[in-house]
């Protein structure tokens, strides 16, 4: 590890990915990390799927370190792709789990795709991408398994160089996520008794438009939990309005690093939750609990 991967942390981090999506570490890693650092506690929140909260919850008993089971849902409102941070909900929902189900079957299909239009300019096959999944069909699979992918032919020399160029959202090869809505997401995840929080909403870098004031109105009046604010994508001035809507809308104020291991620069516990924020989303919550609790 680095000096920076071992510098100390405070709060909760409630946006960590493991190797069931797009990060480079188990569940039991990530949560060994997080009590190194000195957090809180953390949640992981995998992209479209909870295969990996039993790993996390048997790492987070064995060691005492509290954890919130969630899941990053991709959805769409309009023309902005919006990721969606599920905490604290029942896994056996039928609701949720069909919705997840489509979902993971849509990004595979897409993924392939894209495989299929990237192979012809660039050596890479299919089955390059598969072995680059960590969790075989457990694992949530999409641009970042084609970006190491793309690393190991030697095109790039690591994932965010890809995310730059073959893997862009600008790119030639690139196909949206097929998504469900933000209002199916969040009646879902009501349904299944958890709680809503926007990710990074402000994230100019990702998204060439954002959710306006009123979309955000419209998801806080079907029953949204919050805003995942302080996130390094959400630039300042985001913050400010950010700030001001979840004020206004009483919506609860997050933080997380989006974490993925080796997958991104974004450092375990650089942006956080306060214990008080993380005790109310507990409160909310009728699905799933908290492991190793200490509220």
Partial sequence: MTHEDTAKASGWDLHCHTVF??????PRGMVEQAQQLGLEGLAITDHDTNAGWDEARQAAKALGMPLLPGTEITAQDGRVSVHMLAYLYDP????IAGLFVKTREARLTRTRTMVERISRDYPITWQDVLDQVKEGSKTTVGRPHIADALVKAGVYA?????????CSSGSAYYLPTPSPTTHQVLA??????GVLVIAHPGAVSR???LLSDRQIAALAREGLGGLEVWHRDNPPEQRRRLLALAQRWGLLVTGGSDWHGQGKPNRMGENSTSGDVVARIVARARGSRPVAWKG
């Fill in 158 to 166: 690591d994932r965010s160089q890809a995310f730059a160029g073959v």
């Fill in 188 to 193: 879902a995840v009501n349904h299944a008794g």
């Fill in 92 to 95: 056996e929902d039928p609701v």
């Fill in 21 to 26: 999506s797009d990060g480079t570490v188990t």
């Fill in 207 to 209: 998204n060439p438009v």
